[in-house]
């Protein structure tokens, strides 16, 4: 298994998108990028802890790639609004990638800069491509939060 952590909005659609794809082993959603140590969903969201509300994935690379689930990243949200993803505004809220190793450090910049040339985007990319923090769980009732109100689609 390797592991990969994005910031795409709020974590409950982001781990659900990610769930559907097939070589996704788990998934956990936390907190990383911020100052405060074991912060909660409250600290998070009070905007002064510096944290992004994150999606820790444990995969398994002969069934999807790094590169695959950067590709589905940047299809589940839009990476060119800073801080907010549609009516969640905020820096919890922000795009990021947190790179677990330089070879995922590589592949998230080259595929930043494969969208940016695309012209697919209207507005510059502002994801911003860091080494992984220290990933906080957040509280169990945000675990698999879809799933536990009966979807397990993200948006169904």
Not at 75 to 91: A, E, L, Y
Not at 114 to 139: C, D, M, N
Request: glycine share 8%; charged share 25%.
């Amino acid at each position: 298994m390797e592991k990969a952590t994005f910031g795409a909005g709020c974590f409950w659609g982001v781990e659900a998108a990610f769930r559907e794809i097939p070589g996704v082993m788990a998934t956990m959603v936390g907190y990383s990028g911020g100052k405060t140590a074991n912060p909660t969903y409250a600290d998070v969201c009070s905007d002064i802890t510096g944290h992004a509300e994150v999606v820790q994935i444990s995969y398994d690379p002969a069934q999807v790639t790094y590169e695959q689930l950067l590709d589905a990243f940047w299809k589940i949200h839009d990476p060119t609004t800073p801080n907010r993803q549609g009516t969640d505004v905020g820096s919890q809220y922000r795009s990021a990638i947190f790179c677990h190793t330089p070879v995922q450090e590589t592949a998230a910049r080259a595929a930043k800069a494969k969208l940016e040339k695309s012209g697919r985007l209207r507005q510059p990319v502002v994801t911003e491509i860091v080494p992984a923090a220290t990933f906080y769980k957040a509280e169990d009732h945000h675990q698999r939060y879809f799933e536990k109100r009966g979807r397990t689609k993200r948006h169904g």
